[in-house]
């Protein structure tokens, strides 16, 4: 809590291009939700680093989607929206709580041992203590609530766990945080195989729609969607592709399953795949607009930058001067 308000933190790593499934399951309920908080969006770039990014690429991509976060419709004005790495503060209590995690906690996350099966052969400890670096994130704003998606819900765990230790050493000194997973359906699935999660990762480019992709590669997408041999569009079990992009139609639209399912009985499943492409190019196309414009304004972005980090680092200050002080470090001279 800051300033009367509840506080609500999330972040996103500028790893690939952001996919539907990232708008639909994060950004898109970061816009819904933002009016009721304080909120702080991170663009998690010291996170990305855990795997070998290219310089340039890397620095275009963060850019991007900070930019983004902004078409999406989160106002810089009310939202601060930055860069993790320009708050030195991440690092320094990213350290700290390094401290007072134990090393049996850090290798029993999926997220580590799913990244270093991964990527054998680069398996740094900051792919170790990614986890500590993300509570840092959290606490460093006194967050109560934490919108991410359910692969997440280990790292908050141990975020309240690290929090609930240290307070239980120093005194109340960090804010519990509560996960925010969301509401039923959130989780998109992919194009091609309605099993598996979309993914920025995936191989199979049919397998996503990405945010950035032209209004006639949805269509297509969607046109190739993997469906059943069952003919009628109804959220079941048994039909996980139809399932999936009612989920999509219903997020795009804001219809309900039983709307979406009457508005399509008896049609075919080519009339719907081309309505669900029609309502994710409805909203995409103003966002593409959006950050279009956006990206065109250079300096207007570089200004938010610079706003938002000061302000970022404003409150993570006040969060470390408390930390600091419990510990025991001696005073800073003021500079
Ligand atoms: P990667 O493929 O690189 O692991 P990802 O596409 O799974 O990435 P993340 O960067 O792990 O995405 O997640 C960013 C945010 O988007 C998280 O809050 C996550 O829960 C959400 N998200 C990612 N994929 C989906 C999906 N298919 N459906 C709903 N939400 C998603
Ligand atoms: N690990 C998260 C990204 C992330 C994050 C955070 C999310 C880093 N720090 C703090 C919420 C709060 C992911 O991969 N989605």
Known sequence: ???????????????????????????KNW????????????????????????????????RNLLTLYIAAGLDP???????????????????????????????????????AAKHADNINAGLLTYP????????????????????????????????????????????????????KGRKIMSLQDPERKMSKSDENPNASIYLMDDPDTVRRKFKRAVTDSIGEVRYSEEQPGISNLIDIYCSCTGKSTEECESEF????????????????VSVLQPLHERFDELSKDKAYIDKIIVE??????????????????????PERPKI
């Not at 800051?2 to 994060?26: C, E, I, P, R």
């Not at 359910?150 to 960090?174: C, M, P, S, W």
Request: charged fraction near 25%.
């Open 1 to 27: 809590m800051f300033d009367d308000k509840k506080v609500l933190f999330s972040g996103m790593q500028a790893t690939g291009n952001l996919t539907l499934g990232n708008y639909l399951g994060a950004l």
């Open 31 to 62: 816009v819904d939700m933002c009016n009721d908080y304080m909120t702080f969006f991170c663009v998690v770039d010291q996170h990305s680093i855990t795997i070998r990014q290219e310089p340039a690429e890397f620095r275009k991509r963060a």
């Open 77 to 115: 004005e009310k939202n601060c929206i930055y860069y993790q790495s320009h708050v030195l503060e991440h690092a320094e209590l990213a350290w700290i709580l390094n401290c007072y995690t134990y090393v049996g906690e850090l290798q029993r996350m999926t997220q580590f041992k799913d990244k």
């Open 132 to 183: 500590t670096l993300m509570a840092a994130d959290i606490l460093l704003y006194q967050a109560d609530l934490v919108p991410v998606g359910v692969d997440q819900k280990q790292h908050i765990e141990l975020t309240r766990n690290l929090a609930e230790r240290f307070n239980a050493i120093y005194g109340e000194t960090f804010t519990m945080p509560d996960i925010w997973l969301g509401k």
């Open 265 to 280: 009985r008896g049609l075919g499943y080519g009339v719907f795949k081309e309505a669900v492409g029609e309502s994710v």
């Open 308 to 329: 938002n980090a000061d302000k970022a680092r404003y409150y993570s200050e006040k969060t470390m001067r408390k930390v600091r002080k419990k510990i025991g470090f």
